[in-house]
């Protein structure tokens, strides 16, 4: 296939898995419990969520392929994976090699969920707040395109919506923190007016 | 005989279940389930089976009992 | 000076059977009582004969639950071998004494039932939970444990641990829980066909009264058992009896006994306005009903609980809706923290009673107060919430007339004057 082709299709499909993947943060991001309100349909957002992460696995595969068949540069299956093993440009591959690993994780566990302990698929899925920043810095790291105005622009639209949604997110988080502690409170001392002198107080026989 | 049996203590109130099967779950006013405990009519079942694999806790299971209370 | 009475008044019986009043050491128990009946080395009907008269006995747990002791040892030993035998004193009710008393006059005999227990469930280990707080107790079973190491007497080994006092740290399987993992929370289990486990072996956790029950009737038989009590609840019970008395103490009785009459074992200071049974998890019972047996249906019939054996005499001088406010507050602030109805729940029903008692109200409160007992009521892993939603419905059932006084903003004119009940200090919780 023609190497220009392919290059092209390098690019447009990693800015297209970015741009995916970014929105499957930001989904992922705002699906709380309790915070939101009560007919928000948060069954349905996590189904976006989940497909729209798969439709970026889809386009990060065409990435990874276009990217390998490309004979104009040298990358092969192996630093694919393997971080910092490519020949062209070992740094930048690597790093989209660590981001690709780091999803791949979260996909596959993601797959077996119903199989393994739900602590351990969540400690795994927060491997994914990784992933996207090292996706980024691979996507402007690699350089091909970075000095366009449309795909910096790209970036900044991006980074903009992730760090709304980790604001909005670290905001509810608190919210359900302090309802909890309100509850909490009950484990002080009775409110002034339930603490009543005991009667005829034995205590003292009592006390076993 | 199908019921929803909700473990209360993996339960974080994400209210997906409701959402799916608001004809045999509804919310408390602090987002938890209420189940009544009836056994589930069989068009349900179905949907109670996705609520269960999808609950994000793992906190819903559907079980078989015989009839009369649990 | 703990009053205590180890007669039972009801029934005359030519078979002495009691908990209370044996010597308190190994040879005195032992000359008394005679050696705890274990199996001999080659005795291949022991377990049969010991488990059919386990059943033939009623014997139900003295926990609260009242769950059937042979029905639970089946399970158990179902689930395996080499298990645990709990002796379950942690005695959360704050208006309980009884399972202290027992380790420290008769700790032989609960000590006899676990051994009894584990050689039915081919246990390996005999573990006695007594809370922190529990100094005395704790030093009783200590030697207790020691007079017996070694002897025919505890085949298997017994060792005392210390769980940290909280309310539902006795519940059976927080305890299990803490065991296992040291971190006292309730599982949920909505079989209760499959036993509590301790890592992968089986654990038979039971109420120290009702080990001693095992012991007593292992030696008199079932029948003398059977003789005290009622036919749909037999035997006997101890009860502790507190609030507005001369002589709070613990008692002996038969099940099925009138509440007044258990109550007037201790002296009530006049006439009872009201009396908190089963425990601060039970239910308040109101004059129209003081004649009902302390039995589990019939205390059921009338809207209460046996739970653990426990009376509290409210006299004239209290307000029932009050102290009703102030159990609930207490038990809101012991939830394991786990499940979100009794969270958030019994807190804001805490909160509605609190306003109540004051007479602070505002229209929508009793409905919402409605509301949320009904919504607590069976939401949780173990029946914390339970307990509270009994006791609220049975106080706004006893206390009606002062319900309608403070509804509309007139409290009771004793309302903020004194209480008959005690709580432990309040301490940080350890969070699910």
Not at chain 3, 111 to 139: F, M, N, T, Y
Request: glycine share 10%.
């Amino acid at each position: 296939m023609n190497s220009t082709a392919l290059w092209y299709a390098t690019r447009a499909s990693g800015l297209m898995a970015l741009v995916l993947l970014t929105i499957t943060m930001v989904l992922g991001l705002t699906t709380t419990t309790r915070a939101r309100a009560r007919n928000w349909p948060g069954f349905a957002q996590q189904e976006i969520h989940r497909r729209i992460s798969m439709l970026a696995v889809v386009f990060l595969g065409l990435h990874v392929l276009t990217s390998v068949l490309d004979t104009y540069v040298n990358i092969g299956w192996v630093s694919v994976v393997v971080p910092f093993t490519s020949h062209y440009s070992s740094f930048w591959v690597g790093i989209g090699a660590v981001a690709l690993d780091l999803m791949l994780a979260v996909f596959v566990t993601s797959l077996l969920r119903s199989r393994m302990r739900p602590s351990t698929w969540r400690a795994v899925h927060w491997l994914a707040y990784l992933s996207w920043p090292v996706a980024l810095a691979h996507s402007y790291g690699m350089g091909t395109d970075s000095s366009e105005s449309w795909v910096i622009a790209l970036g900044v639209a991006c980074t903009l919506a992730v760090v709304a949604a980790l604001v909005w997110r670290v905001g509810a988080a608190g919210r359900q923190w302090e309802a909890r502690r309100a509850h909490a409170s009950v484990n002080e001392a009775p409110p002034k007016h339930l603490a009543l002198t005991p009667m005829r107080d034995r205590s003292g026989a009592r006390r076993v | 005989m199908i019921r929803i049996v909700i473990d209360p203590v993996a339960c974080d109130a994400y209210g997906y279940c409701a959402e799916l099967l608001p004809e045999a779950i509804t919310l408390d006013e602090w987002g938890y389930p209420i189940v009544d405990g009836a056994p589930l009519p069989a068009d349900l079942v179905e949907v109670a089976r996705r609520a269960a694999r999808d609950c994000p806790r793992r906190a819903i299971a559907l079980r078989e009992r015989k009839g009369g209370s649990s | 000076m703990l009053a205590v009475s180890s007669v039972s008044e009801t029934r005359p019986t030519t078979c002495r059977y009691r908990l209370l009043g044996h010597p308190t050491d190994l040879a005195g128990h032992v000359e008394t009582l005679g050696p705890v009946p274990l199996p001999g080395a080659r005795d291949r009907d022991w377990r049969e004969a010991f488990v059919s008269g386990l059943e033939a006995s009623g014997l139900s747990g003295r926990g609260g639950a009242g769950f059937p002791a042979a029905i639970k040892l089946a399970v158990t030993h179902a689930g395996g071998r080499g298990g645990t035998v709990v002796v379950n004193a942690m005695e959360g009710e704050p208006a309980s004494d009884k399972d202290k008393l027992l380790l420290i006059r008769s700790p032989h005999l609960v000590l006899d039932g676990a051994q009894l227990l584990a050689a039915a469930g081919e246990a390996r280990r005999i573990v006695v939970c007594v809370p922190e707080e529990s100094e005395h107790a704790a030093a009783a079973v200590s030697a207790a444990i020691a007079e017996r190491a070694g002897t025919s007497h505890s085949p298997i080994s017994e060792v005392l641990v210390r769980p940290p006092d909280r309310y539902v740290a006795g519940e059976e399987s927080a305890l299990a829980e803490w065991l296992a993992s040291g971190r006292s929370l309730p599982t949920f289990r909505p079989d209760k066909g499959t036993p509590l486990r301790i890592g992968r072996r089986p654990a038979l956790v039971h109420n120290a009264e009702t080990l001693a029950h095992v012991a007593m009737l292992a030696r008199t038989g079932p029948a003398a058992f059977r003789a005290h009590g009622v036919v749909e609840d037999p035997g006997t019970c101890l009860v502790t009896i507190s609030g507005s008395v001369e002589h709070p103490g613990v008692v002996e009785i038969d099940r099925g006994t009138p509440l007044l009459d258990v109550a007037s074992r201790a002296t009530p200071l006049g006439r009872p306005q009201a009396l908190l049974v089963g425990g601060y998890g039970g239910a308040w019972v109101g004059p129209a009903h003081f004649t009902t047996p302390y039995a589990s249906l019939s205390l059921r019939a009338v809207g209460a609980t046996a739970g653990v054996g426990i009376v509290v005499v409210l006299g004239p001088e209290t307000c029932g809706l009050t102290e009703t406010a102030r159990v609930v507050h207490y038990l809101a602030g012991q939830s394991a923290g786990q499940c979100g109805p009794c969270v958030y729940g019994l807190p804001a029903i805490a909160d509605d009673l609190a306003r109540l008692a004051r007479g602070q109200v505002d229209p929508s409160l009793q409905a919402r107060l409605d509301r949320r007992v009904r919504q607590v009521d069976g939401r949780g892993a173990c029946r914390h919430p339970d307990g509270a939603a009994s006791l609220v419905r049975s106080a706004l059932a006893v206390f009606a007339d002062d319900l309608r006084d403070h509804l509309r903003g007139t409290p009771c004119a004793h309302w903020d004057r004194t209480t008959v009940l005690r709580f432990p200090a309040p301490r940080p919780l350890a969070r699910a």
